[in-house]
C-alpha cells in the first residue's frame, strides 16, 4: 500500500505533467449562449469566486450594470440595477462553466467568445473578446461608447474573426496557443500585461485568412487595425489557453495544486486540484501601483479579474524575469521583475518543460502553486494586474503587483486535512 | 565604528546579562541577518528578522541593509557598555529598545478531546509538509530516531517513567542530523520543553540535561537553546506554540506550527514533532489512546518504507 506522501508526489507529478502537457489550440468563435454549455439567458458570468450584488464592488456592478444593456434586458442602469437585485439576473463564476475573463470578466449570452480545444485532454475553455484600454466594460465603465464598441466587436470583430479562424481550422486545425506564449516568453513579454510579442506573433497567423475571409477591405482594415492597437488583444486568448492548462491538472485526487487563482474586485479566491470546485477565499488586496495621471493608490479598487490563470499556469507574473520592459508598465525595476520569478520557484512544484526564460539561461518558468509549498514558506503568489477604479464607470487607473493572501492557501490546507486521510 | 543601529526589542534574559557585564564576551557565529554572542556564560542573539526572544535583541528589518557577515567575524570582541553594545564594527543601541518580557506559560493541567483534535490537526499538518520534501526527511530516515521512539517515547507512553528518566537515552538525538541545530536538538527541544510544561498531576518529572551532556554532544549555539528551553526560555514562535496548548486554543495553535514551519529546512517542523510526540504520549499515558504508535506509524511508516507492525507487532496502521 502507498503512503500519502507517495500518493500527494504522484497525484501532483500527474498534475503538473497534464497542466504542461496540455495543448490548448483556439480552435472557433462563436456566441457564448451558443458555445458555453449551460449558458442561457439573464445569466451573467463574473471573475472569481462567486458573488453577491451586495458585496459586489464598484468596477464588478458597473460591468454587471453594462453587461445588461448591452443585452438590452434593461433601458437604463437603475432598471439593470432592479434585475439583479430581484434575482431575475444570476451571477456565477466563470470558471465553474470552463471559461475566464480578465477584470471583472462578464459574460453575458449574447458576447462573441473565443473557443480554446486541449487537443491533448479535449476540454474546452473560452474568454470574451478584449475591448482595449481605459473606458471598458471590463473595468467597471458601461457608458454608451463602452456599449457601442461592445456591439461593434460583436456585430464586426466576431464575425471576422470567426470566418478566420474556420478557415485556419480547415487549413491547420487551430492556433496553437502554447507555441504562441512559449515564443512571446522568449520575445520579451510574460503574457499577463505585457502581449506586445504575442500579438504580433498572433496577426502574422491570423491575418492573411482574414484578408481572405470574404469581408470588405474597409472592414478588415478596421478590425485588423483594433486588433493591432491593442496589446491585449492576446490576453483573453492566452487566459483561455492557461485555463485549459489548469483543468488538465484539476480534480486530480491527492493533489495540493492550485488549479485556479481568481479575484473578483472583493475576495480573492483559489481551487486546488485534489479538492474539486470548492472556493477558499479571503478579502482582496489593493495592487501596489504604477497610476494613469490624476490617480493614486486611495482610488483604487481592491484586485480584480480571472487573468491571474495566467499564473496558475506558469506564466504571466511568474514569468516576469523574461520581460524586463514590464516593470514600466506595472511598477518595480528589472531587479524586481527576476527577483519575483525567482521567489516563485520555491512555491512551485516544477520548472516548465515548454515555457523558458531565457535570462535566467532558459530555465523553465515556475509552474504549479503547491498550497503546502505556500505554507512552509510563506512565500505567496505574486502576480501583475491592472487596476480599477474603485467607482463603476470610471474604468482603468493604472497597472500593478500584487500577492495573493496567505489566508486562501491555508483554508484550502485544512480543507485537505480534512478531506484525505493522512 | 563604522556602522550604528538603534534596536527595536531587547529581551528580559538579555538585560539581566548585559547588566552583569561579562568580561569575556565575544562572537561565536555570524549570518547575514543574526549574530549569534557568547557573553560569559549565555548567549546573546542578535537579529534583524523580528523574531524575538527573552534572549535576542532585535534590530529594525530595513535598517542597515548589509550583511553582518560583511563586516563582523567570528572572535570579534563584544564591548558592553550601559546603554549599548559594540560587535566588531557595530554599535547598537539599546536606549530606546523595547523590553521583550513574555508571560510565564501557565502549565498544561488536562488533556481534554479538544486537545487531541488539536493534536491529530497538528500532526496532519506537520506531516503534509514534511512531504513537500521528495527526499529523506534528515530526523525521519535516522536510525537513531527511531531507536529514540523505541527506547523513550514508546515506552513512556506506556507508563514507563524510567525511559525518560535516564538521561543518557537522550545523547542518542543530540547533535543528530544537519544543520545549524541539528534535528535530533530541535526534536528533543520540542519533546522536552512540552513534558515541562506540564501540571504537577501527571506526575510526570521534569527533564534537564545537565551542561555537560548538552555541551559534549552537540555545538554551542543548539547547546545554548535547549538548556534555555528547559528553564522556560523560548523564542516567540516555540512560546506561542506553547501557549497556544496551555490555553487550547485551536486557531493559535494551527498558525503557531505554520510560523514555525517556515524556520529553517525542516528546523521548525522538528521542533513541532518533538511536541507533538510528547502531546501523543502524555494523552496516551492518561487515557491510553494509542496515538503514539499512530504517530509512529505516520512518520516511520512514511519514509522508511515500514509499518509500525514491524516495528512493533500489533500495532495497526491508522
Redesign the interface.
Known amino acids: 500500500m502507498s503512503s500519502v506522501k507517495d500518493e500527494i508526489e504522484k497525484a501532483n507529478k500527474e498534475a503538473v505533467e497534464r497542466m504542461m502537457d496540455s495543448e490548448p489550440v483556439w480552435v472557433d468563435v462563436g456566441i457564448a449562449r451558443e458555445k458555453l454549455p449551460e449558458m442561457k439567458d439573464y445569466l451573467l458570468l463574473h471573475a472569481g469566486p462567486p458573488i453577491t450584488w451586495e458585496k459586489a464592488s464598484g468596477p464588478m456592478r458597473g460591468a454587471i450594470l453594462g453587461a445588461i444593456l448591452y443585452e438590452e434586458w434593461a433601458d437604463t442602469p437603475e432598471e439593470a440595477e432592479k434585475l439583479v437585485t430581484s434575482g431575475q439576473v444570476v451571477l456565477e463564476p466563470t470558471h465553474i462553466h470552463n471559461a475566464v475573463g480578465p477584470m471583472a470578466g462578464i459574460i453575458s449570452p449574447r458576447m462573441p467568445v473565443y473557443e480554446v480545444y486541449d487537443k491533448k485532454y479535449g476540454n474546452k475553455t473560452y474568454s470574451n473578446f478584449n475591448e482595449g484600454i481605459g473606458k471598458v466594460l471590463r473595468y467597471g465603465a458601461y457608458s454608451k461608447e463602452v456599449i457601442d464598441r461592445l456591439r461593434w466587436i460583436e456585430s464586426t470583430v466576431a464575425p471576422i474573426l470567426q470566418a478566420t479562424i474556420r478557415e485556419i481550422v480547415k487549413d491547420r486545425g487551430g492556433i496553437s496557443l502554447k507555441s504562441i506564449i512559449a515564443q512571446a516568453l522568449q520575445m520579451g513579454d510574460d503574457c499577463h500585461n505585457r502581449y506586445n510579442a504575442a500579438t504580433s506573433l498572433l496577426l502574422k497567423e491570423v491575418t492573411p485568412y482574414m484578408i481572405d475571409s470574404g469581408f470588405d477591405k474597409q472592414t478588415i482594415r478596421e478590425v485588423y487595425s483594433f486588433l493591432a492597437g491593442n496589446n491585449f488583444t492576446t490576453l483573453n486568448l492566452g487566459m483561455a489557453a492557461a485555463k485549459a492548462m489548469t483543468l488538465a491538472a484539476h480534480k486530480i485526487k491527492y493533489s495540493t495544486i492550485v488549479t485556479v487563482m481568481s479575484r473578483n474586485g472583493t475576495e480573492t479566491g483559489i481551487w486546488v486540484s485534489g479538492l474539486g470546485n470548492r472556493w477558499f477565499t479571503a478579502a482582496a488586496p489593493i495592487p501596489k501601483g504604477v497610476w494613469f495621471p490624476g490617480f493614486s493608490e486611495s482610488d483604487a479598487n481592491p484586485d480584480l479579474g480571472d487573468s491571474s490563470i495566467t499564473e496558475t499556469a506558469g506564466f504571466g507574473g511568474f514569468a516576469m524575469a523574461a520581460a524586463p520592459a514590464i516593470v514600466s508598465w506595472v511598477g518595480g525595476t528589472v531587479q524586481t521583475a527576476i527577483e519575483i520569478t525567482n521567489k516563485m520557484y520555491e512555491i512551485t512544484y516544477a520548472k516548465h518543460r515548454y515555457f523558458q526564460i531565457p535570462y535566467l539561461n532558459f530555465q523553465g518558468t515556475p509552474t504549479g502553486v503547491d498550497i503546502r509549498k505556500v505554507l512552509k514558506t510563506g512565500i505567496v503568489p505574486t502576480i501583475n494586474t491592472g487596476i480599477a477604479h474603485k467607482e463603476a464607470g470610471i474604468g482603468q487607473i493604472g497597472a500593478g503587483i500584487v500577492s495573493f493572501p496567505f489566508e486562501v492557501f491555508k483554508k484550502a490546507f485544512e480543507a485537505f486535512i480534512q478531506e484525505y486521510e493522512i | 565604528m563604522r556602522y550604528r543601529v538603534e534596536a527595536s526589542t531587547i529581551g528580559r534574559k538579555c538585560e539581566e546579562v548585559l547588566e552583569r557585564g561579562e568580561r569575556y564576551s565575544r562572537v561565536r557565529h555570524v549570518f547575514a541577518n543574526t549574530l549569534y554572542l557568547q557573553v560569559g556564560r549565555d548567549m546573546v542573539i542578535v537579529n534583524r528578522k523580528n523574531n524575538r526572544s527573552p534572549n535576542t535583541i532585535t534590530i529594525p528589518q530595513d535598517s542597515l541593509n548589509i550583511p553582518f557577515y560583511s563586516y563582523i567575524r567570528i572572535g570579534d570582541n563584544v564591548e558592553i557598555g550601559r546603554q549599548y553594545i559594540r560587535v566588531g564594527e557595530l554599535e547598537i543601541g539599546l536606549e530606546n529598545a523595547e523590553g521583550y518580557f513574555p508571560e510565564k506559560i501557565d502549565r498544561i493541567r488536562e488533556l481534554d478531546e479538544l486537545c487531541e483534535r488539536m493534536y491529530l ?1 497538528g ?3 506537520i ?3 514534511y ?2 520534501s ?1 527526499e529523506n526527511i534528515p530526523i525521519l530516515g535516522l536510525s537513531r530516531f527511531k531507536e529514540f521512539l523505541n527506547k523513550v517515547v514508546y515506552p513512556f507512553s506506556k507508563g514507563d517513567l524510567e525511559a525518560i528518566k535516564k538521561t543518557e537515552n537522550y545523547k542518542m538525538l543530540l547533535g543528530l542530523g544537519q544543520g545549524f541545530t541539528p534535528s535530533g536538538d530541535d526534536y528533543l527541544l520540542g519533546f522536552i520543553s512540552f513534558l515541562n510544561l506540564l501540571d504537577d498531576r501527571f506526575q510526570i518529572p521534569r527533564v534537564i540535561l545537565e551542561d555537560e551532556i548538552l555541551f559534549s554532544n552537540t555545538n554551542w549555539v543548539s547547546a545554548m537553546f535547549l538548556k534555555y528551553a528547559q528553564n522556560g526560555l523560548y523564542d516567540e514562535d516555540v512560546y506561542q506554540l506553547l501557549s497556544s496548548i496551555s490555553l487550547k486554543n485551536e486557531t493559535s495553535f ?1 498558525d503557531s506550527i ?2 514555525l ?2 524556520r529553517g529546512h525542516t528546523s521548525g517542523l522538528d521542533i513541532t514533532l518533538g511536541v507533538l510526540t510528547g502531546f501523543a504520549s502524555v494523552i496516551d499515558r492518561v487515557k491510553s489512546r494509542n496515538l503514539t504508535e499512530r504517530l509512529i506509524n ?1 512518520t516511520l ?3 522508511l518504507g515500514e509499518h509500525v507492525e514491524n516495528i512493533y507487532p500489533g500495532c495497526q496502521r ?1
Do not use: Q, V
Open positions: 490537526k500532526l496532519k499538518t506531516l503534509l509538509l512531504y513537500i521528495t494551527m505554520l510560523h514551519a517556515r505516520c511508516g512514511s519514509f491508522s
